[in-house]
């Protein structure tokens, strides 16, 4: 893989014909390593935001060893990662997925209903019905606060129902854990704070011992439409919230970060194909990686790389339409760039790790990427004081 200090010497160099993903596997080790200093558990990452070996390789690295898995595929290709452990955390899975998985060795799985957990049963243990090598998450409902994407309203289980489930589970299960998801891109502590007292009443009112709670995912990234808490305010939430917890000591914690451990290490190179006043035609777009900013209002971080500007040239707001014939096709932004950006000029569009490369098809022939490593530092980062200490310099100086 090509690897080049930044965008702009990339495009100095040469002028790609293709959309390039630009990662920056060092940004994505660097994230692992402040999840591992200040969470105290295993840190499983959700698969499912970026699967490049890149960053895999990275995140390993780091020493990620638990991954958040979702579907059969994921799990055949997670599972040839050395000492890999798997989470299988989709609350409902295919017969033959869980077979398939039990079969690769996968032992913890989720669940939100009396059903899920017969047919976790039926396809895991012999005919005495135990689950007697499992790890069970019940995954509970909590409401989403302050979150771009709430997952709320597709899984989860709450109040008497959700008692019984635990208790049915912890008959059966070698170990009991409760799970949740607050949402990805939570910008707020509060939803980790309420999430956890949910679960607080949960566990008294079943009287059940927990061996493992797994706080999720839904850490966020930084945006130019979204300015997070700081990460630490996540943690600090999280500790205290476990503290109230009627729960063993040595409770196992985990969480399923994806979007804070990979946003920053990738981003989107495209050039701009056509200029029609503050809209640009560019050369990937809503069926490829920007399928956020088209549907649900992310507004990515960018910045003109094909050519300098001075600091104080005038800047303006711009759409972007992609390079499909259809009008879909559209991230209204704004994109913040120089006026003078004129057809050819090549924009880096930043932070799109997560649940960018994973979305994009190749709808009306469109969907082939070059790829390349870049040395440089995210346009935005939840790390500032660890990508101001890589730079030898203080966070002041990094911001100016
Ligand atoms: C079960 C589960 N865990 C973890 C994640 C990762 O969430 P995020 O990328 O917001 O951290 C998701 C995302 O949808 C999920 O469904």
């Given at each position: 893989m090509e690897r080049y200090r930044s965008a702009a010497a990339l495009i100095a160099a040469r002028r790609p014909d293709k959309p390039v993903l630009a990662l920056r596997p060092h940004a994505a080790g660097r994230a692992a390593r402040w999840f591992a200093r200040n969470f105290e558990g295993d840190i499983a990452y959700a698969y499912k935001a970026n699967s490049s070996v890149f960053l895999i390789g990275a995140l390993y690295g780091a020493g990620i060893r638990h991954f958040d898995v979702a579907s059969l595929p994921e799990i055949e290709d997670a599972a040839t990662i050395p000492d890999a452990e798997l989470h299988f955390m989709h609350p409902v899975k295919a017969r033959s997925a869980i077979r398939r998985a039990y079969q690769l060795g996968v032992r913890s799985f989720s669940l939100d209903s009396e059903d899920e957990l017969q047919k976790i049963i039926d396809e895991t243990s012999g005919p005495d019905g135990s689950a007697r090598d499992l790890q069970l998450y019940v995954r509970v409902a909590v409401p989403a606060i302050?979150?771009?994407?709430?997952?709320?309203?597709k899984f989860g289980i709450a109040g008497e129902p959700a008692t019984r489930l635990l208790v049915k589970t912890r008959q059966v299960a070698a170990e009991l854990g409760i799970t949740f998801h607050?949402?990805?891109?939570?910008?707020?502590p509060d939803a980790y704070v309420h999430a956890l007292k949910a679960v607080r009443e949960l566990i008294v009112h079943a009287g059940v011992v927990l061996d493992r709670l797994d706080v999720g995912g839904g850490f966020p990234s930084r945006y130019a439409n979204s300015e997070p808490a700081p990460m630490d305010a996540f943690m600090k939430a999280i500790r205290e919230g476990i503290e109230q917890l009627p729960v063993r000591e040595d409770v196992r914690l985990m969480c399923e970060p994806g979007r804070s451990l990979v946003s920053e290490a990738e981003s989107l190179i495209v050039r701009v194909d056509a200029r029609r006043g503050r809209h640009l035609y560019i050369n990937d777009g809503a069926y490829g990686t920007l399928f956020d900013a088209a549907h649900l209002g992310f507004v990515y971080p960018s910045r003109l790389v094909s050519r300098a500007v001075d600091a104080d040239a005038s800047m303006s707001a711009f759409e972007l339409w992609g390079?499909?014939?259809?009008?879909?096709?559209?991230?209204?932004?704004p994109f913040l760039l120089p006026a003078c950006i004129a057809e050819g000029d090549y924009i880096e569009i930043g932070n799109v790790g997560a649940y960018g490369r994973a979305l994009a098809g190749h709808f009306n022939g469109y969907g082939t990427y070059e790829e390349v490593i870049l040395l440089d530092e995210p346009q935005?980062?939840?790390?500032e004081a660890e990508v101001a200490q890589a730079a030898g310099g203080s966070v002041h100086k990094l911001r100016q």
């Open positions: 302050n979150s771009l994407i709430p997952l709320e309203h607050v949402g990805s891109q939570t910008t707020t390079p499909t014939c259809d009008s879909i096709d559209h991230m209204p932004g935005m980062t939840m790390y």
